[in-house]
């Protein structure tokens, strides 16, 4: 057993819809979450200096004493989580999109993956294709501003539903019988891109399997808690301490 928290980091408040699912999982422990919100969003960015910025988020974790950290980014987890695992001695638990399943159950249809242009165009993204024998049944669009109505916590005006159905007019909507949401904002837009995809559409995502693996290896290495659940916010590695913001927070997760 062990008591420390549990340290999740992302750009900004995506990784909160992570977050959820891993209290769902493991409502014992204490949490310690760190938007980066100085320096969001990272899909849109140069490699390196998002680098820079996701060393800096884990660092600030690293110091709040914590037992694992939780990437819960897509952007950072394709392009830094190896590094990451290199740097640290504690579990490092990174979230990847949910391709894998979404080709298993496609059918005969194919599979749209939504994500941010950085992890459409990662080698880890390429890798992940070629390995599943899914090029040919996989699409890919980014979304890049997605993150920033996110962020603005726009999830479903009129401005919001046109940028999606404009990014979307070259696709025929009909031929996905799964959509990847491939970034941790994406959640927040379930309900405006049910309105929009064909109602038989799937959508999936990778918080489920990233909240049972960080229970998986917890368990395996004994650092499971025993705590009355309890989750400390920061902003770029300065606690939120605003009641009206945390009430903010709290009604997301």
């Excluded at 899909?43 to 004493?65: C, D």
Aim: charged share 25%.
């Amino acid at each position: 057993m062990n008591n420390q928290s549990i340290g999740v980091f992302d750009s900004g408040i995506g990784g909160l819809t992570v977050l959820k699912k891993i209290i769902d999982l493991l409502p014992n422990e204490k949490y310690v979450y760190n938007a980066d919100i100085k320096n969001v969003p990272y899909g849109t960015k140069p490699k390196e200096e998002v680098k820079k910025y996701i060393k800096e988020a884990v660092n600030f974790l690293i110091s709040q004493n914590v037992k694992a950290v939780v990437v819960a980014c897509n952007t950072a987890t394709s392009i830094a989580i190896n590094d990451l695992r290199n740097s640290y001695s504690i579990p490092i638990i990174g979230i990847e999109p949910a391709v894998k399943p979404a080709v298993e159950n496609k059918g005969s249809k194919k599979v749209l993956i939504m994500a941010t242009p950085t992890t459409i165009k990662e080698e880890k993204m390429k890798d992940l294709l070629i390995k599943l024998n899914a090029q040919n049944s996989v699409d890919l669009i980014a979304m890049p501003r997605l993150v920033e109505y996110a962020e603005k916590k726009d999830f479903q005006s009129d401005e919001v539903k046109e940028y999606i159905t404009k990014q979307l007019e070259t696709y025929n909507l009909g031929d996905y019988s799964e959509l990847v949401l491939g970034c941790t904002h994406f959640p927040f837009f379930k309900p405006i891109l049910s309105s929009i995809f064909p109602k038989d559409t799937k959508m999936i995502d990778g918080s489920l399997g990233v909240a049972k693996r960080l229970k998986n290896v917890l368990s395996e290495q004994n650092l499971l808690g025993n705590n009355q659940l309890e989750i400390e916010y920061y902003y770029s590695g300065k606690k939120v301490e605003n009641e009206d913001e945390l009430n903010n927070l709290l009604k997301i997760i």
